[in-house]
Nanobody, 121 residues
Framework: VQLQASGGGLVQAGGSLRLSCAASGLTFSRYVMGWFRQAPGKEREFVAAMAWSGGMIYYADSVKGRFTISRDNAKNTVYLQMNSLKPEDTAVYYC???????????????WGQGTLVTVSS
């Protein structure tokens, strides 16, 4: 199984970025896809997750109303649209996959390599 995250970069506060995560080696439509992030010196934290059908979507309170998770099962890709970015959103962002939803990074089976998002003030 491979998860390849991309789309990170440097952006000013208030700006936007879209992260992508391409999955291979798994039956993508059967997996919950999640995004997590880890800032320097902090524990990895949940950002958003979406069930295979798209009917169940979860967000961390800190990103509600600013971030949108979506997926394209035909392309085996999950996206994270990030708007109104804040300096505190600066972190390495990881995509992850698991058969079941959880807000804990400890339960996810598969992980991408991470993509760095830096938001300048």
């Amino acid at each position: 199984v491979q998860l390849q995250a991309s789309g990170g970069g440097l952006v000013q506060a208030g700006g936007s970025l879209r992260l992508s995560c391409a999955a291979s080696g798994l039956t993508f439509s059967r997996y919950v896809m999640g995004w997590f992030r880890q800032a320097p010196g902090k524990e990895r934290e949940f950002v958003a997750a979406m069930a295979w059908s798209g009917g169940m979507i979860y967000y961390a309170d800190s990103v509600k109303g600013r971030f949108t998770i979506s997926r394209d099962n035909a392309k085996n890709t999950v996206y994270l649209q990030m708007n109104s970015l804040k300096p505190e959103d600066t972190a390495v962002y990881y995509c992850a996959a698991d058969r079941y939803y959880s807000g804990s990074y400890r339960t996810y089976d598969y992980w991408g390599q991470g993509t760095l998002v830096t938001v300048s003030s």
